[in-house]
T-cell receptor, first 113, second 114 residues
Framework: AQTVTQSQPEMSVQEAETVTLSCTYD???????LFWYKQPPSRQMILVIR??????QNATENRFSVNFQKAAKSFSLKISDSQLGDTAMYFC??????????FGKGTKLTVNP | KAGVTQTPRYLIKTRGQQVTLSCSPI?????VSWYQQTPGQGLQFLFE???????NKGNFPGRFSGRQFSNSRSEMNVSTLELGDSALYLC?????????????FGPGTRLTVT
């Protein structure tokens, strides 16, 4: 069974600075997708960024980028120029052949003014 | 386009009762997945429905069940509620089931079992 591990339960960063959230996963599959979801306080979960395992190029979405290391099974999220609105729970998720999303326990990110 | 809606948003039930939660997907979406979110266990997959058929199921007891209607709306039912069923229940819809269709999440139903 696939597992997703987020080793940082909580993190904080100053506004305008850069922060990196870690995620590792375990799978024997070769074709899969990885995601970072953001869940703001009392608001809906939204997709931040996704990465297809067969693509070597790291995905980027504006201030959000990932460092995907397939051999190491590592998938970290970098947030540049952090904004107060980035304060949220961030979940790393895996989707493989079973097609269901497997989530990590989440990292609570606080952006301080 | 309207997002995923879930009703009710909050619910308080007593142990032993049963509860039904509803999820209306985004128009045109045919796949609905359900997740349970708790502080201890995090987000866990319950089941997924596609075109009124359960395509995938997580590791939850048979007290948890669901169904999907012809208009893609989905309901999940929990019978004989236990204290440990207190959680945020999220549903997510996507255009079609499969690898990879982006899932859009609803706001969730907060269930408290006393």
């Amino acid at each position: 069974a696939q597992t997703v591990t987020q080793s940082q339960p909580e993190m904080s960063v100053q506004e305008a600075e850069t922060v990196t959230l870690s995620c590792t996963y375990d799978t024997s599959e070769n074709n899969y997708y990885l995601f970072w979801y953001k869940q703001p306080p009392s608001r809906q979960m939204i997709l931040v960024i996704r990465q297809e395992a067969y693509k070597q190029q790291n995905a980027t979405e504006n201030r959000f980028s990932v460092n995907f290391q397939k051999a190491a099974k590592s998938f970290s999220l970098k947030i540049s120029d952090s904004q107060l609105g980035d304060t949220a729970m961030y979940f790393c998720a895996f989707q493989g052949g079973s097609e269901k999303l497997v989530f990590g326990k989440g990292t609570k990110l606080t952006v301080n003014p | 386009k309207a997002g995923v809606t879930q009703t009710p948003r909050y619910l308080i039930k007593t142990r032993g009762q049963q509860v039904t939660l509803s999820c209306s997907p985004i128009s045109g979406h045919r796949s609905v997945s359900w997740y349970q979110q708790t502080p201890g266990q995090g987000l866990q997959f319950l089941f997924e429905y596609f075109s009124e058929t359960q395509r995938n199921k997580g590791n939850f007891p048979g007290r948890f069940s669901g169904r999907q209607f012809s208009n893609s709306r989905s309901e999940m039912n929990v019978s004989t509620l236990e204290l440990g069923d207190s959680a945020l229940y999220l549903c997510a819809s996507s255009t079609a089931g499969g690898l990879f269709y982006e899932q859009y999440f609803g706001p969730g139903t907060r269930l408290t079992v006393t």
